[in-house]
């Protein structure tokens, strides 16, 4: 049994090294991550508490490594650079409430993904801002392909909310916090969606230029 254990140890530790020495060939990096797959595969015979401690002892380096920051490696220019640390992910639909498909839902005409050094869960919940909104300071990363937000996720469902394209402010179930725009619930909201500051919708228009023309408007939101 202790033969199992240091063979998945070691193997997963030189995995880990391999890919931290070479982040950009993704050749080799599936090689890697396919040997240590064999490792636990060979491993099979632990226990679950064995193979929790196996896994434990040899992910440790990597839990207590520090974080650092580095950059997205993408096809073109889709991203913005993000850190390495805890980051909450979230999917922000952009409907406009003044264009209403047959039924008289807002339609939707785009969706961003970012990412988020506070948790997702404090920014709606900060009594101290009215209304809540997302801070640009708050922002780690913007994403304009979804295949873009996957591969920085690495699988981490994000949290899902509605602005309004035209102002940045959070959509309730049949209204435009901001703008005031009505249309039908569709079911699909909740309610509540914090606003877009300034600073988070400058992001996204240095790619979705078509969008936040707040209505020749200052932005009131925030």
Known sequence: MGNETFFLNKT??????????????L???ITCLTNILHAVAEAGNLTPEQFKAAMKSALSH??????????????G?????????????VEIQLDDPSTHTNNGHPKTKATVWIGLNRSYHDIIN?????????AGDEVTSVFFERADYY????????????????CGSGLSLNKCNGCGHEFKDDKFRSGG????SKEVIELIKAKQTAFFDLENKELTNV
Do not use: W
Request: charge should be negative.
């Open 151 to 166: 591969e920085a996720a690495n699988g981490k469902a994000p949290f899902l909310q509605f602005n309004c394209s035209r």
């Open 77 to 89: 220019d889709n991203t913005v650079k993000f850190l390495t640390d805890t980051v909450h992910y």
């Open 126 to 134: 900060d009594r101290t801002r009215t209304p809540r909104f997302i």
């Open 12 to 25: 997963i530790n030189e995995g880990l090294q391999a890919l931290h020495a070479d982040t950009d060939d």
């Open 62 to 75: 990597e839990l207590d490594e520090p974080k650092k920051e580095r950059t997205m490696l993408t096809e």
């Open 193 to 196: 969606a914090p606003a877009l």
């Open 27 to 29: 050749t080799s990096d």
